[in-house]
């Protein structure tokens, strides 16, 4: 699976949108990028997945560029309750061995 | 509603007592795995099975044992526990797409090995 590369840390007031950016250098031509959310002592949360361009669905939007070897998680007017940790994987998914490979992830703390 | 459930949610044991971790899926899903998160080393699968009666070693498979016997049920077995173990366990299932699943998590087990 590529390897990803995301900021450590990021803090946000409330109301602004926040943009976290993940690159991955190495990604194939098959390969899906997923973002998953993690609160505190809780298992991950799938937010989106895409493969190219934008997607946008309830609760954020991802961007793609053309090159793909890099995407965006952009979470409009965040509140207190999004500060977690969110982490960006890229790969075939989880169907054949259902692993996925996480990183650090970005811990993102939104103050009020 | 869909969901992974697992049980206990806190577990404290002692060095060499079995236990077992259970693990439920609502959802008919294939693919099933476990995960350990420790500080410093995110989250690493111990087994993965991707369907009845077929499981496989993940990265960190030492100390442990899985069975699926049912598609819906995929426990996690410690037959001799020991502190190095202690950890936080996610048990997690996902669908046959391939690509372009995603993946569904339980809450976790907090276990605590003295």
């Known amino acids: 699976l590529a390897k990803t590369t995301q900021p450590i840390s990021m803090d946000s007031y409330e109301g602004q949108e926040v943009n976290i950016t993940c690159s991955h250098n190495?990604?194939?031509?098959?390969?899906?990028i997923t973002w998953y959310q993690q609160f505190p002592s809780q298992g991950p949360r799938f937010i989106i997945q895409?493969?190219?361009t934008k997607v946008t669905n309830e609760v954020a939007s991802l961007f793609i560029p053309a090159d793909r070897k890099s995407s965006t998680l952009s979470l409009p007017r965040v509140s207190l309750s999004d500060t977690a940790v969110y982490y960006c994987?890229?790969?075939?998914?989880?169907?054949?061995?259902?692993?996925?490979?996480f990183g650090q992830g970005t811990t993102l703390q939104v103050k009020p | 509603e869909a969901q992974v459930t697992q049980n206990p949610r806190y577990l404290i044991t002692v060095t060499g007592k079995k236990l077992t971790v259970t693990c439920s899926q609502n959802?008919?899903?294939?693919?099933m795995s476990w995960y350990r998160q420790d500080p410093g080393l995110g989250l690493r699968q111990i087994y993965y099975?991707?369907?009845?009666?077929?499981?496989d070693k993940g990265d960190v498979p030492e100390g442990y044992k899985v069975s699926r016997k049912e598609k819906r049920n995929f426990p996690l077995i410690l037959e001799s526990p020991s502190p190095n173990q202690t950890s936080l366990y996610f048990c997690?299932?996902?669908?046959?797409?391939?690509?372009?699943?995603?993946?569904?998590f339980g809450q976790g087990t907090r276990l605590t090995v003295v």
């Open positions: 997690a299932s996902s669908t046959d797409r391939g690509r372009d699943t995603e993946a569904f």
């Open positions: 190495n990604i194939a031509t098959n390969d899906y």
């Open positions: 895409g493969y190219k």
């Open positions: 994987l890229v790969g075939e998914g989880p169907g054949n061995t259902g692993k996925l490979i």
């Open positions: 959802m008919n899903h294939e693919y």
């Open positions: 099975s991707m369907n009845v009666e077929v499981t």
